[in-house]
């Protein structure tokens, strides 16, 4: 009898019960230009990470200087602190749907971020989400280092009763401050340089070790000022008419884009995971919960500051160092330590790692691309980008915002609406193959990108003082002045516009292969 041979293309990949689909060996060229072993799938067998490892992975990143002092930076504006309390989670909430949505191709294919993009993009157009991911992940990580090395330089000098602060100058600051700020930089590169699964287990038990410290704090607080004070019924001075939705908007665009850089990239964490449930729970219990709760507890501590010391001091660790016991400002400092590495290196620095990597996966690893977010880091000026907070929630956030909801935009559509999450995988690494588009370039996805970019960040403008000065890098009627209107709404008009132009350019199906 003559045995039958099977017709058809062969098959690349294959599905184990929980729907985690794993690579037939030699899937694709294994000297392909656009693969390294930090770019390949994660084979199912070690996608490892549980809901208590997302959880906690949120945990650690939401319990932040940054994220703290969120709040305050609402108030400033105006918004009494259940107001900011409200837009602060409703923020969260909202930037949760696309990270679950994003986030949902990790465990089924174990692909990081940049292989995903090349799905809607090409195996060449990839690069441009890629890289203005690392961007702005290089902007994130100048700041929060130059956040924790100042925390540690505060902390520091009250230790050593102010020699610190009366040091000789670099470029206006005390040269303890730059030393502080190099050091904290040093050991963030260092734990990154161990790879995924050290960070994993160091995520797992700062999280619990942040929140301690956060309680510490407000329970400290507490005692000193015999309760939580005036802040907590002080009114709006926006109440909740015609003055306060032109804060709340934009506001809330801003706090959205506090976490947008994560909902592009989280597929860069969630290929570790082991099945869809452990990164849905993990994500929706780890992140609006503890952002709210953190903008809580940041209220009740500040509120109590204002009846011990007469003014309301937002920042925890200028709160800290007014302690006078060395244990409790010894404690202080090791939690912001923990506290900031485990946001720093998580948020911002495996993402342009793996972006880095799929610019030139043959030159640039995962470890030499988190060396060189390092380095850009530094170059950026980060001490320039949060000088005030006009400057960091309008502008930086907001157009930082708008520009990554267009590229959420065009992910979402290509993997749920055209390919109804259905990829293949081994094309994803193969030049010819049906990702490969004209040359490595989806037109489509560049030309909704470039549109609901334009549409998103095009009318951004600054407002002006009580004095007519403008605050901000951007003229009064807007960049282009008629767009001016969505400028408030960037993120979600960049999202909006470019999912819906890109299902209407892609024709709202799966293109065929071409071939070089």
Sequence with gaps: MTETVPTGPPITQTADAAGRIELAPDA??????????????????????????FAALWISMAHCIPSWTLASGLVALGMDWKQAVFTIALANIIVLLPMLATGHAGPKYGIPFPVLARASFGLRGANIPALIRAAVACGWF???????GSGIFALGSKLTGGEWENAGKI???????????????AVQIAIIYRGMDFLRHFENWAAPF??????VLLIWIAVKANGFGELLSQPSKLGWGPDFWPVFFPS???????????????????RFGASQKAQTWGQSLGLPTTMTLFAVLAVMVTSGSEVVYGEAIWDPVTLAA?????????FALITVLVATISVNIAANVVSPAY?????APKLINFRTGALITGVIGILIFPWKLISTPEFYIFTWLGVVGGLLGTVAGILIADYWIVRRTVLHVADLYTPGGRYWYSGGW???????????GVLAVGGSYSTVNDKGAKQGPFPVDGLIPFLKPLADYGWAVGLGASLLLYVVLMGGREREPQHV
Aim: with cysteine.
């Design 322 to 330: 007014k302690t006078d016991s060395t244990f409790g400002l010894l």
């Design 210 to 215: 942040v929140i301690a410290g956060a309680f």
């Design 442 to 452: 989806n037109w489509r996805a560049v030309a909704a990108f470039v549109v609901g």
């Design 252 to 270: 809330l665009m801003g706090m959205i884009g506090f976490w947008a850089t994560l909902s592009l990239n989280i597929p860069d964490f969630t």
């Design 28 to 53: 694709f060229p294994a000297d392909s230009p656009f693969a390294n072993e930090d770019l390949r799938p994660v084979p199912a067998s070690e996608r490892k990470w549980t809901t208590y490892n």
């Design 171 to 185: 470029a206006g600051n005390p040269w303890p401050l730059w030393l502080c700020f190099v050091l904290f930089w």
């Design 142 to 148: 100048g700041i929060q280092t130059w956040i924790g």
């Design 355 to 359: 972006d880095l990597a799929n610019l």
